[in-house]
């Protein structure tokens, strides 16, 4: 029986019924003897049990007690947790009925319990793709794989994939690529196919290094790769994102003059190429070529048409466009709400912003609310002179179990940067959030404002002056003194973080401390700082390492860049002639432009020899 303790709908009970009846009791004996072999060998008699009522309906609402949306999860009993509990039923149990909660705590009994084989090859593929749909479990995903391996499994092709995912949304793309070349390293025959080069490709877009997709798909076709209509969809966006119509339009014909068949996603990508620029014609032909090849539009494909009609303000055609798309079915995505949501706060109609941004509740799509969308109305109700209800969003962040994202911090700092710091704790205190969160905040805030355009370290100072203790407070101003270039005020608030904190992580200190000595010529200390993080575990960033280039081909310390560059590549770093000249420049001059791709098994191109090396060469002869 079902207990719900108020209605939910019979399709949703149903479901979860279905699934209840295949759960496994993890300590009691079930009635009916029924036996079964798992992957391992094991066979374990009996498996099935009925499921006494997990399922419990739960009422989230937000800080100010006005809107709430229902969620359907899964609830143990206590008693199957119990000390007796079999940790590789819990994990399955948890798999099955999607009920991912508490899985990281399962599987940590589950891993002391030492029986890795008591989980199949299939359960350690579905852990795999949860940790990578976590976004902050790259780690975790790594150590999943080691003990897949150590159960006696080979992850597959698509088992890499989830892994690679995980490793790059919760540990980043310089230690994905490291990740990759140990990959090749043990099994190339994984990478006669395309779709672990498609993860990279999809990763160096995300972090906006679209050049980067370019060269790697020239690379690509350079090596005798066949392109496929996902990698085309990949260079076609790239060129649309740097604003390349002609370049992006002759990748799309290439592609079809090879013979691939194009898919919803290659018009998509050509309409968000001209979406951008509003031309609006240009957009709805490659929507018409969708339904001209007998494909069905997508949310992305009717987004790309709302975006060109946004880009030209012309709110009449949204609304209709919008109208259109609901009728179809669609599911609308959280960046198509996110839109519109912007849309209507650049028109300052905050009331429309405001039922848009609930709209998706309304409906009874229950579709999560992202940090897209909040930052679109903050956005929006900050441009309507709605300063209080932009603040007051804040404990509907934490309700919608969402972090402060700078995406929604930054528009309240920029907001606020002009005012004094006690305007901000007046705000704080409407928005009725703890004092932790409240300091937490703060910190955070002041943090936005070292990462705006320009960066203002001044007003990041005042904004957390009253809050000066702690290791974060601490971070804070070491980044603020670096961008001002005052490193012995940076040193000294290292010195005392260290004194009052002892066996606190000073990496990222030591890296801006680093950061703050380059910025001031001393690259002596700079060098030295830069020890020191390593010491403390610092992984490296491309942009702290930037920096240092600069400032040592400011001193012509050429020797130090060489020993800094060949660091970089070892650690795979992806560096962007962009966003990184010194570093581009140094590394180009070094082995060759775009040497990260080495990792990934990819010949290099011939270029001339840095001077360091060249240098090297005559002393040594």
Not at 364 to 385: F, K, Q, W
Not at 517 to 540: I, V
């Amino acid at each position: 029986m079902l207990r719900t303790g108020t209605s939910i709908s019979r399709q949703c009970a149903v479901r979860l019924a279905s699934r209840s009846s295949l759960l496994i009791h993890p300590t009691r004996t079930p009635h009916t003897p029924q036996s079964r072999t798992y992957a391992a060998g094991v066979s374990v008699d009996p498996i099935y049990y009925p499921v006494p009522a997990p399922f419990r309906p739960i009422e989230h609402y937000n800080a100010a007690n006005t809107r709430r949306r229902r969620v359907t999860e899964f609830q143990f009993p206590e008693s199957w947790e119990g000390p007796d509990a079999d940790p590789a039923i819990l994990v399955r149990n948890a798999l099955l009925v999607k009920s991912y909660t508490k899985l990281p705590t399962y599987y940590e009994r589950f891993r002391a319990a030492g029986n890795l084989s008591d989980l199949s090859a299939e359960e350690y593929k579905e852990l795999l793709r949860y940790f990578a749909g976590n976004g902050k479990s790259g780690q975790v995903a790594l150590q999943v794989r080691d003990d897949m391996i150590a159960a006696g499994y080979q992850p597959t092709l698509e088992t890499e994939q989830f892994i690679l995912k995980a490793v790059n949304e919760g540990e980043g793309l310089g230690l994905m690529v490291q990740y990759l070349r140990k990959l090749r390293e043990r099994r190339p025959e994984l990478f006669e196919s395309l779709e672990l080069y498609h993860i990279v490709l999809q990763s160096l877009s995300t972090a906006g290094l679209h050049h980067e997709v370019i060269t790697l798909v020239a690379r690509l076709e350079k090596i005798g790769k066949p392109l496929t209509a996902k990698t085309y969809e990949y260079l076609v966006r790239s060129y649309g994102y740097l604003g390349l119509t002609d370049e992006a339009e002759s990748a799309h014909k290439r592609m079809l003059s090879t013979g691939l068949t194009p898919t919803v996603s290659n018009f998509t990508a050509m309409a968000q190429v001209f979406a951008r620029q509003g031309k609006i014609s240009r957009t709805t032909q490659y929507f018409d070529y969708i339904k001209r090849h007998n494909l069905k539009p997508d949310c992305a494909a009717y987004t790309a048409l709302l975006k060109a009609y946004v880009v030209l303000g012309n709110e009449s055609e949204i609304i209709h466009t919008y109208s259109k798309m609901r009728k179809t079915g669609i599911a609308v995505e959280q960046e198509t709400y996110a839109l519109l949501i912007g849309l209507y706060g650049s028109l300052t109609k905050v009331k429309n912003a405001n039922n848009m941004f609930w709209k998706n509740e309304l409906a009874g799509l229950l579709i999560p609310r992202n940090v897209d969308m909040y930052s679109a109305l903050l956005n929006a109700r900050l441009n309507g002179g709605e300063k209080v209800a932009a603040w007051r969003m804040l404990g509907s962040v934490r309700s919608d179990g969402l972090e402060y994202d700078y995406k929604i911090l930054i528009p309240l700092a920029l907001d606020s940067v002009s005012k004094h710091p006690d305007y901000i704790r007046d705000m704080l205190k409407l928005a009725n959030l703890t004092a932790g969160d409240a300091k937490l905040v703060r910190q955070r805030l002041a943090h936005a404002l070292l990462l705006a355009t320009p960066p203002n370290p001044d007003a990041a100072l005042a904004m957390i002056e009253k809050d000066s203790e702690g290791v974060d407070a601490g971070l804070t101003f070491v980044r603020a003194y670096a961008l001002k270039g005052d490193a012995a005020k940076a040193a000294e608030v290292v010195t005392k973080v260290k004194a009052e904190h002892e066996g606190a992580n000073l990496s990222e200190h030591y890296r801006y401390l680093m950061e703050a000595y380059a910025n001031a010529g001393e690259t002596t200390k700079a060098l030295g700082a830069l020890e020191d993080a390593k010491k403390a575990g610092w992984g490296g960033d491309v942009e702290g390492y930037e920096t240092l280039v600069r400032a040592l081909v400011g001193k012509g310390q050429d020797g130090a860049v060489k020993t800094v560059v060949e660091e970089i590549l070892e650690g795979g770093f992806v560096y962007s002639e962009e966003k990184s000249p010194a570093l581009a420049a140094a590394v180009e001059g070094l082995v060759g432009a775009d040497a990260w791709m080495r990792g990934l098994g990819l010949e290099q191109r011939a270029e001339p020899v840095k001077k360091a090396v060249k240098e090297e060469t005559t002393d040594s002869a």
